[in-house]
């Protein structure tokens, strides 16, 4: 039997998260873990679909990987995003033997072994509906799973989306929306702590959407319920949608210092018209009263968004809007695209007007001033006081020991392998590029 296994993660953090159970998997089915994809056996790439280009790099190298040193042929498996989307073509093809969607990342280990021991010629399988199997499943990997920082985990709360911003694929190939059931979350959040979790990640497609497909309780309430779980240091969520930020989430996080001060709130466009085009469900009036909110409630935090620029239909004045959103609300961090169609998304259908040069003229203005603003952000936090959890040794320096700060700012620190997985207060000292340096108080 093929023993040797190795994976390929591309995207978004959920896809990470799902790389993390696929592994836990193959392992509990008898696989173990190569260093590379040239020493494996069976290569697993987890997709990106996202966006087109995210997508063609993973096909690219699931392409150059069916064949190892000396015409040594492998087991290709293609999984997440891409596999909902494209998979099937790509095992008919012969690029691929088997094409699992997300909802099979917990069970991977069971597919690959039953298709090797059973010799079938593919192996497809997609969205499933079983819901209490799959969080079954998602349980058990993740308190078992390990990851880089063992004192953190992510914890998936929510798996697909409902949304339909006209841009984005992830409906079509992650499902609907499923929130998981808040007792059995906060139950499984409490065991990671007594195991020694310190820190934890709240993760969905849009988290603050939990409960409302099953009549469970409000995202805020569950994030208040995590707050107070005994043992967390910090408490993290991915990824908020201005249509349902709700002022009780600030207020939540004012009252619990344990949870992360770095929000991050998409905006992708700070023009109505192009947020309405988007189907994006708000406008820059309620995302600014989020703002506002944030800034009566909040003494101090960090923000970063998600920016699109060169939407079908954006007008140079339009575009204006967005950077003026951007010198207004002053993001410590920006994730900034030129607009690429995706196929099977409403905007696909939509006539463009600009050239690629041209959209890539916005973005490169658009960069350009949040760059700026991205470096006078981190400058002022010189001379304050900042937590930090140390996360590992540095790769420039094994004196020097890099984290996160509770904002979640990047930060090196002078330090050893005994401050790992420890909350160090820090006074900030200097800004090299985009990360802050710090000594010990």
Known sequence: MHRTFFIETFGCQMNKGDSDLMRLSLEKAGFIEANTSEEAEICLFNTCSVRQHAEDRAVSRIESTKYGKGGRKKIVVIAGCAAQRIGDDIVKSGRADIAVGPYQSPMIGEIVKDYIENGFKCRSLFVSQNTEDFQERLNEGLINSREENPWHKWVTITH??????????????????????????????????????????LLGQNVNQYGQDSGDIPFYKLLEKTAQVEGLEKINFLTSHPMDFSTEIVRVMADHPNISRGIHLPLQSGSDSVLKRMNRKYTMKSYMDIIEAINRTLPDYAISTDLIVGFPGETEDQFNETLDAVKKIRYDEAFMYAYSPRKGTPSFKLE??????????????????????????????????????????????????????????????????????????LRITEVRGSTLFGEKI
Do not use: W
């Not at 409902?162 to 808040?182: A, D, Q, W």
């Not at 040794?393 to 094994?398: G, V």
């Not at 700060?405 to 420890?422: E, I, K, M, W």
């Open 160 to 201: 697909g989306c409902e949304n339909f911003c006209t841009y984005c694929i992830v409906p079509y190939v992650r499902g609907k929306l499923i929130s998981f059931p808040s007792e059995r979350i906060i139950q499984f959040i409490k065991d990671l702590a007594a195991q020694g979790i310190m820190e934890i990640t």
């Open 352 to 425: 463009e007007k600009l050239s690629r040069n041209e959209k890539i003229d916005r973005l490169n203005r658009l960069i350009s001033l949040q760059r700026e603003i991205s470096l006078e952000k981190l400058k002022s936090r010189i001379d304050k006081t900042e937590n930090a959890i140390a996360e590992r040794i540095s790769k420039k320096s094994s004196e020097e020991i890099s984290g996160k700060t509770s904002l979640n700012h990047p930060v090196v620190f002078r330090g050893d392998a005994g401050d790992l997985g420890r909350v160090i207060p």
